[in-house]
């Protein structure tokens, strides 16, 4: 057996952008050491995005319940949910965080949107300055970790990830002062934030956020951190998790959190970097 590793971010056909069966990712979690592993389906309330209305709760909860009746001796799967956050959505957001948020285990507020709801993807980059487009995203990023409402933020600095070639000069040190800012509010909030492991296997070639971004949040003090691959294909399950720990024990981090009922517990890396 391999070391035990928790995947906190996979997708379903719950999600529009995925088309891999549940069975299929948890048949692939066993095999790839991952131990717990959270069904993160996007809940999308921007009207502009293709996924809009698509995802059904009920549908969900009888995907999970099928799946812990087939798997659940060999892996703790967890409900969860990723959240898209924007200022223009709020109110449909915080209604569906009252409605459903105490019926999951673990809950992801991601910012996918700019302005004017339009995903950023690379033609958002159109017109505007890496500061601009990042300026407007951490924003929006502060204001969801000032709500309160979700377990863990994901991929902290994704814009990197859709940059056109007119705009590949990203570089995390001139954002420095405000990530810091940020961070000063999520140790504030008892907010944590993802590692998610996607762009090592894809653009940008690493982690969202990467390394230096980890290092400016433990000097605030953070220690709260979660862990997934966004997964939309099995074969992806469990990928890059074991780096990320010793990435994240290298920056001073030396607990990723495990959750149930959207409570979560720090367990230590060095546990699972340890072979059973």
């Not at 105490?102 to 507020?109: A, H, L, N, R, V």
């Not at 940059?163 to 509010?185: C, G, S, V, W």
């Not at 400016?216 to 074969?235: F, L, M, N, R, V």
Request: net charge negative; hydrophobic share 35%; glycine share 8%.
């Amino acid at each position: 057996m391999g070391n035990p590793l928790f995947d906190y971010h996979v997708h379903t056909t719950c999600s529009v952008d995925c088309v891999t069966p549940i069975e299929a990712s948890c048949q692939a979690a066993i095999e790839n050491g991952v131990t717990e592993i959270a069904f993160t389906d996007h809940v999308d309330h921007q009207p502009a995005d293709e996924g809009y209305g698509f995802y059904k709760p009920e549908v969900y909860f009888e995907s999970i319940e099928r799946v812990r009746s087939q798997f659940g001796d060999k892996l703790t799967i967890l409900a969860g949910a990723e959240v898209d956050y924007h200022d223009d959505t709020r109110p449909v957001v915080e209604k569906w965080i009252t409605t459903w948020a105490d019926k999951y285990d673990f809950i992801i507020g991601s910012v996918h949107y700019g302005n004017g709801g339009q995903i950023i993807f690379p033609e958002y980059f159109e017109g505007k300055t890496n500061d601009e487009v990042f300026a407007d995203y951490f924003a929006q990023i502060q204001r969801a970790v000032e709500t309160g409402w979700f377990d863990t933020i994901g991929h902290l600095d994704i814009p990197k990830r859709y940059m056109p070639k007119t705009h590949q000069n990203y570089d995390p040190a001139r954002y420095k002062d405000r990530l810091q800012e940020l961070f000063r509010i999520f140790v504030e909030q008892n907010q944590a934030f993802e590692i998610n492991t996607s762009g090592i296997r894809q653009r940008p070639k690493t982690s969202m956020p990467g390394p230096v971004i980890v290092e400016w949040y433990t000097e605030a003090g953070g220690t709260k951190i979660t862990t997934g691959t966004d997964s939309h294909a099995a074969q992806t399950v469990g990928a890059g998790l074991e780096t990320t720990y010793n990435m994240l024990k290298l920056c001073g981090i030396d607990t990723v959190l495990s959750y149930r009922n959207r409570k979560g517990t720090a367990v230590p890396i060095d546990g699972l970097l340890t072979r059973p």
